[in-house]
């Protein structure tokens, strides 16, 4: 039996009706990311992945830079 997710729209995506979010759902154990205007294309991970995934990217971004 499969899970229904639930899906959260990013509160980085504004309040419009537009098609250019990002969208978050959760299980115990994995999280699914997705663009609104793709719902079918999800990216699955664990939360300690993505943990050292945005550490990394923390860790060697250039100050003053997006």
Not at 31 to 56: F, M, Q
Request: glycine share 10%; hydrophobic share 35%; proline share 6%.
């Amino acid at each position: 039996m499969a899970t229904r997710l639930k899906w959260q729209k990013s509160s980085f995506s504004g309040g419009g009706e537009g098609n250019d979010c990002l969208e978050l759902a959760s299980t115990p154990t994995t999280l699914h990311l997705r663009e609104s205007d793709t719902p079918t294309t999800v990216l699955t991970t664990t939360p300690t992945t993505l943990a050292h995934l945005l550490a990394g990217i923390r860790a060697h971004a250039v100050p003053g830079q997006a």
